[in-house]
């Protein structure tokens, strides 16, 4: 299954199935090639997929991929469940001076709109706050200075609450102020007696943050019961 985009954009293999029965006899590939050759006739400039992979297994689609001669997959982001607990390091954390988190309904409209506004200038679209209005009561904004200076955003999924995204505003980066803002998701998530977390960090677009790379690295990762990793691969459909 592909989903192709308007004419010249990146259309997105959603979803590649060959039954156990059925496998080893090239289908993957066929259907992979018939599918570029389908999304290159309707104009497509290149196409991209996702899809889970150990490095001390690799996948069977990477292989595939490979005899398409699509490019090498890139890692594109991790994924973590553990169990709901504040770690004993975000215990003491508070915010500084005026810092607040804010609810994520509570957010005054003129708020929101110089937030709106702040598109492409100091936050990325894959990130943004506003690409859905069905977030999970422990979502939050993030107010330093007297403006909004980033989000964390959850879902809820059965009993597993899902922080899809933590951001914050480039300057402040690295600096620690927002850590407050993550203890506070995860004060909410315990209220609400939700038993599991999974965490989203992402590696691709390129260049990630470092400093939240860093956090998931020293703090987060090792809290995990289970760590799964996605890769990326784009080829470029060359018009025949």
Known sequence: MAAAPPEGRTAVIESLF???IHRRAGL???????????LRGRGCGSVT????????QPSPL????????????????????????????????SFRGADKALLWDMIPPPMAEEVQRGLGLWYPPEV????DDAYHPASYWYVADGKVAGWLLTRLMGDILLY?????RPELQGTGRALPLLAQGIKRQLELA??????????????PNPHLLRL?????????????????AVKVLHSQ
């Open 49 to 56: 997929i996702t899809f889970p992979m150990e490095e001390s």
């Open 18 to 20: 060959v039954g156990d």
């Open 62 to 93: 990477a292989r595939v991929l490979q005899k398409c001669r699509w490019p090498e997959p890139a890692l594109s982001h991790e994924t973590i469940k553990c169990h709901a607990h504040l770690p004993v390091w975000l215990q003491p954390l």
């Open 28 to 38: 993957g590939t066929q259907l992979v090639r018939e599918g570029e050759r389908m």
């Open 164 to 168: 899809n995204t933590y951001y914050v």
């Open 194 to 207: 939700i038993p599991f977390a999974c965490l989203r960090v992402e590696h691709l677009p390129e260049p």
């Open 216 to 232: 998931y690295e020293k703090r987060l990762k090792g809290l995990a019961f289970q760590v799964s990793r996605y890769f990326q």
């Open 128 to 131: 943004s706050p506003f690409r």
